[in-house]
């Protein structure tokens, strides 16, 4: 399955809030983090949300609708 990112940040939490609206739509996604673990308390690190291709348009529609609200 081809995979396309569709959010980058520093933040987990706005990563697994994305992935819980995504998955309520029925819409498959994982999240990779890039954080080293030696640095979990100082350095912030990358969280990546990724969904399949084929759902990215759909995905980026739920989630400016979801920012209207």
Known sequence: MNWKV???TSLY???AIVKGKLEENQ???QVLSKQDSMYVLTLP???E???PAHYEELALQILNDALKN
Request: charge should be neutral; avoid cysteine; proline fraction near 7%.
């Open 45 to 47: 690190g990358m969280h």
């Open 49 to 51: 949300v990724y969904v």
């Open 13 to 15: 939490t706005e990563a």
């Open 6 to 8: 569709l959010l980058k």
């Open 27 to 29: 819409i498959p996604v």
